[in-house]
């Protein structure tokens, strides 16, 4: 089970920060990471952290912007977002896989999402 949080309005270059609570998973072999769907848009692959070594990926547009970290006592992930853009706005959803399968935008559990809104 993954649990969302976090989320709301800001301004242009402004931040927030999203969390992803997992539970019920046996093992650390598995990534934890943030899918995006904008207005109109398809879902992407956002961002996504390996619980077992530490590995990260980011999608190109959000690279030096967005920060993924776990606290793996609490089975917790963590998205810093700073210098946010209007392009931002998505609902943004929790979601559990592989390292490989995030960047092939694919995942295996879903969280629910959460609305992140940006203005300019």
């Known amino acids: 089970q993954l649990q969302a949080s976090g989320g709301g309005s800001v301004q242009a270059g402004g931040s927030l920060r999203l969390s992803c609570a997992a539970s019920g998973f046996t093992s650390d072999d598995y990534a934890i990471g943030w899918f995006r769907q904008a207005p109109g848009k398809g879902r992407e692959a956002v961002s996504c952290?390996?619980?077992?070594?530490?590995?990260?990926w980011y999608v190109d547009s959000v690279k030096g912007r967005f920060t993924i970290s776990s606290d793996n006592a609490k089975h917790t992930v963590y998205l810093h977002m700073n210098n946010l853009k209007p392009e931002d706005t998505a609902v943004y959803y929790c979601a559990a896989s592989t390292v490989i399968r995030f960047i092939n935008s694919l995942a295996d559990y879903w969280g629910q999402g959460t609305l992140v809104t940006v203005s300019s």
């Open positions: 952290i390996s619980m077992s070594d530490r590995r990260v």
